[in-house]
Every structure is written in structure tokens, then in C-alpha cells.
């Protein structure tokens, strides 16, 4: 059974302060691995990674695959209230229309 | 464009009753699914469809049933609630396939008592 595997399940940190969140799967043969970003209601979409070893950026985000450690980190520089969120990965495969999601670290900052 | 709508946002059963979770996208998009997500949890996917006229199971398809008869709407049934079926249930839709942007609804949060 594919499982996708998020740590630290919580993280607390003061504004301005840099994250890493990281996220381990075994997904039957992966195709992809996505990051959300789950505030008050629905998940949104924040990266895909499909090769290992390329950095994805979106202003303070960043994101990055390493096929042979089966995982991946997600990134968060000069954190701000804003950034207070579910963090969600999950992994798909080739051959079906399933995402396997981990459980997600919840992140909070503190002004 | 509205994007991702979903009705009701809350709602209440009592063990037996059964419902219908309504999801609408505007979007034009081939790919529609079901999750839920239980408190802690991530998103467990229940259903999905790839167009209209075609749905699979997911990964916890026991106790609901779903229908796509257009594009735009993607309708799950529960038919007997019961208790574990307590959750926040998320409608979500993507052009292509499911590693394409999905877009999420708001979510329906159902308690069945």
C-alpha cells in the first residue's frame, strides 16, 4: 500500500524564522509529488515535482525532490503570519488517478 | 468564473438518513474527485471521474455513490449514514489528470449522530 509520510507533524516558530518541512513516501511506481497548502478550508496548490534534484520557487517557497532518498523538503524563508497553515504532500503513480496525501505538518508562526 | 462550488457547507444526519453532496466546477474540467478528510488526516480520495459518463472508486469508495452525467457536475450519494462517515468531505477538479493543478471547493462538513 503507497504511504506518504510528513514530519514534524507540528512546528511553532516566531516570524522571520526559516522552515523546512519534509516529506517521505513509497509510492508503486511514482510518478509525482505534490505540495498544498490547506489554511482555514480547501488544500491549495503550491508545487509538482516530477525530477529529482530541481528546485521549484514561488517568492519565499521552495521545493525539491530526491528520488533516491524517496523524499522531499519544502522550504519557507522569512516566515510571516501568513505562512500559518496545514502543509500537505501526497504522491501519485503511473497507471491510476490516485493521490496518496501524508497527514501534513501544521504550522504555526508567531508574531 | 466561480470556480469550485459545493453545497451544503454544513449539515447534520441522523444514523440511516442518506444525502446528496452537491459539487458544480465552471471550469471546463475533464477531472473531478471526492475526498474526505478526517480530523488530523489527510485527504483520502473516495471517488473520481474522468468525464462525463465515467467515475472509479478511490481509496474509501464503501458507503457512497456518485454519478457524472456532465461536465460541470459531480454529485455524491450517501445512502445509509453512519457515524464514521463524520468528516469534511472536499469536491475538487483539474483539466488534465491528477497531478494537474486540482482545484478544491470549500468543503462540506458533515456530522452524522
Known amino acids: 500500500e503507497d504511504k506518504v509520510v510528513q514530519s514534524p507533524l507540528s512546528l511553532v516558530v516566531h516570524e522571520g524564522d526559516t522552515v523546512t518541512l519534509n516529506c517521505s513516501y513509497e509510492v508503486t511506481n511514482f510518478r509525482s509529488l505534490l505540495w498544498y497548502k490547506q489554511e482555514k478550508k480547501a488544500p491549495t496548490f503550491l508545487f509538482m515535482l516530477t525530477s529529482s534534484g530541481i528546485e521549484k520557487k514561488s517568492g519565499r517557497l521552495s521545493s525539491i525532490l530526491d528520488k533516491k532518498e524517496l523524499s522531499s523538503i519544502l522550504n519557507i524563508t522569512a516566515t510571516q503570519t501568513g505562512d500559518s497553515a496545514i502543509y500537505l504532500c501526497?504522491?501519485?503513480?503511473?497507471?491510476?488517478?490516485?493521490?496518496?496525501f501524508g497527514t501534513g505538518t501544521r504550522l504555526t508562526i508567531i508574531p | 468564473n466561480a470556480g469550485v462550488t459545493q453545497t451544503p457547507k454544513f449539515r447534520i444526519l441522523k444514523i440511516g438518513q442518506s444525502m446528496t453532496l452537491q459539487c458544480t466546477q465552471d471550469?471546463?474540467?475533464?477531472?473531478m474527485y471526492w475526498y474526505r478528510q478526517d480530523p488530523g488526516m489527510g485527504l483520502k480520495l473516495i471517488y473520481y471521474?474522468?468525464?462525463?459518463?465515467?467515475?472509479d472508486k478511490g481509496e474509501v469508495p464503501n458507503g457512497y455513490n456518485v454519478s457524472r452525467s456532465t461536465t460541470e457536475d459531480f454529485p455524491l450519494r450517501l445512502e445509509l449514514a453512519a457515524p464514521s462517515q463524520t468528516s469534511v468531505y472536499f469536491c475538487a477538479s483539474s483539466y488534465e489528470d491528477i497531478t494537474d493543478t486540482q482545484y478544491f471547493g470549500p468543503g462540506t462538513r458533515l456530522t452524522v449522530l
Open positions: 471550469m471546463n474540467h475533464n477531472y
Open positions: 501526497a504522491g501519485s503513480n503511473f497507471g491510476n488517478e490516485k493521490l496518496t
Open positions: 471521474s474522468v468525464g462525463a459518463g465515467i467515475t
